[in-house]
């Protein structure tokens, strides 16, 4: 892969967008190279993945500009429906996510963050989907995501004004969930995610199931999902580990992954 890397280190994988020349904007190749990098992520080994970008400038500065400027309508549906598929294989991997967002994550950047369960963010961090001052409306997801994390309101402020978010701003109205210096911010998600990758893991990515499945359906529905998926930890090796460790009053070995 030319603009995608992928590695792993202690249970949690790294997923860095590195076309650093135009600021990690994702033309079609980048974004088949991220298919074909969350297709290698196996959560047998992984138990968490950060998503970067490559530098300090940026995540993600969006989809690439350059690309999408003579696109046909059919041709933008194509291009929108290929980040889409993408980005929803990214929200739905069974393991946890987090976006470590250093400078801008605009357009299909701000996507690609959203799309992750969990983002930290550098001081330097700017958000924002600029899409209608290119004519367009964000393609990635931007329009849905954005409005269920922060809000309808203050997604619609946002989207029709095409405004940009500091990083204190987007801590505030929940865009993100911490802040930390730029020299910081990779060894934070790392902590995040090996505290994540701690716990048992059969248990983390059912966690992730019934949040992600439970809130498209109505609440007499997701509790059902829910039960389905308390059910489905029992019998397991780290279940019965776990729980017999508490019993005898000694600490749990670490958790196995069966
Ligand atoms: N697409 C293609 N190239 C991009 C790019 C993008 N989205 N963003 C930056 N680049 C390129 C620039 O063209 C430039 O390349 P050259 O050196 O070859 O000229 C290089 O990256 C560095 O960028 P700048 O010189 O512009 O850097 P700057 O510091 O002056 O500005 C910036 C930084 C404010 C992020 C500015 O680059 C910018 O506004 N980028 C575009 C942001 C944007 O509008 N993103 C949304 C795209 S639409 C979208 O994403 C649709 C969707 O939902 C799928």
Redesign the pocket.
């Known amino acids: 892969m030319e603009f995608v890397q992928f590695s792993v280190k202690e249970n949690v994988g790294i997923l860095t967008v590195a076309r650093p ?3 990690n ?1 994702l033309n079609d190749q980048v974004i088949r190279e991220l298919s074909e990098a969350l297709d290698q992520v196996d959560p047998g080994v992984v138990r968490c993945l950060i998503v970067r970008g490559e530098g300090e400038k ?1 995540f993600v ?6 690309q ?1 400027s003579s696109l046909s309508k059919a041709e933008g549906q194509t291009f ?1 429906k290929l ?1 889409n598929d993408v980005f929803r294989k990214l929200e739905t991997l069974p393991i946890p996510t987090i976006a470590a967002v250093c400078g ?1 994550a ?3 950047g701000c ?1 690609l963050a959203m799309s992750c369960d969990i983002r930290l963010a550098s001081e330097t961090a700017v958000f924002g ?3 209608v001052g ?1 004519g ?1 409306t ?3 997801g ?1 329009t849905q995501r954005m409005a269920r994390l922060i809000g309808v309101g203050r997604a619609k402020e946002l989207l029709y004004t095409a405004r940009k978010v500091k990083a204190p701003e987007a801590l505030a109205i929940g865009l993100v969930q911490g802040v930390y210096p730029v020299e910081t911010l990779m060894d934070e998600a790392m902590k995040l995610a090996s505290r994540i990758a701690a716990n048992a893991p059969i248990a983390v990515r059912a966690v992730k199931k019934a949040v992600n499945e439970g809130l498209q359906v109505d609440m007499d529905r997701a509790i059902v999902i829910e039960e389905e998926l308390f059910g489905s930890c029992f019998e397991t090796v780290d279940q019965k580990n776990a729980m017999a460790a508490f019993l005898e009053k000694r600490k749990a070995d670490p958790f196995v992954n069966r």
């Open positions: 020349a135009a600021l904007a940026a500065a969006g989809a690439d500009i350059g999408m929108g980040g801008f605009l357009g299909g996507e989907q600029p899409e290119l367009i964000p393609g990635f931007g």
